[in-house]
C-alpha cells in the first residue's frame, strides 16, 4: 500500500500536482474539518467507483488512519486501483502537524 504523509501532502498541494482527495469519514466528521476531500463514507465507497480517479493519485484520509486503511486494502483487492495512497495518521496527524 501507497502512504504519504501530511507534509508530503502539502508539498504536493503547494506544487499544485494534480490529484484527488477521498475523505472515507462520516458527514458530521468531515463538516468538523475537513482538506478539501471528497466526502465518501467507507460503508458508502463501492457505490460510488466512478466518482474515483483511475489515472491521478487518490489520496485516502480517514480521523485516525484506520478507515482510510480499510478503504484502500477494499479497493485494491476487488478492483484495479493502483493509485490509491493512503494518508498516515489521517486528520489527527494533520492537525498536529500542518498550521494553517
Known amino acids: 500500500m501507497k502512504t504519504i504523509t501530511p507534509e508530503e501532502l502539502v508539498k504536493w498541494m503547494n506544487e499544485k500536482i494534480s490529484i484527488q482527495l477521498i475523505d472515507v469519514r462520516e458527514r458530521y466528521e468531515h ?3 475537513n482538506i478539501g476531500g471528497t466526502l465518501i463514507p467507507l460503508g458508502e465507497l ?3 467507483l466512478d466518482n474515483i480517479e483511475k489515472e491521478l493519485p487518490v489520496i485516502v484520509y480517514c480521523q485516525k488512519g484506520i478507515r482510510s ?3 484502500i486494502q477494499r479497493l485494491e483487492n476487488k478492483f484495479p486501483f493502483e493509485n490509491l495512497y493512503h494518508l498516515i ?6 492537525r498536529r502537524k500542518i498550521t494553517y
Not at 89 to 94: A, I, L, S, T
Request: aromatic letters at 20%; proline letters at 0%; a negative charge.
Open 89 to 94: 495518521g489521517g486528520m489527527d496527524e494533520w
Open 69 to 71: 486503511h480499510i478503504a
Open 46 to 48: 463501492t457505490q460510488y
Open 31 to 33: 463538516e468538523d474539518f
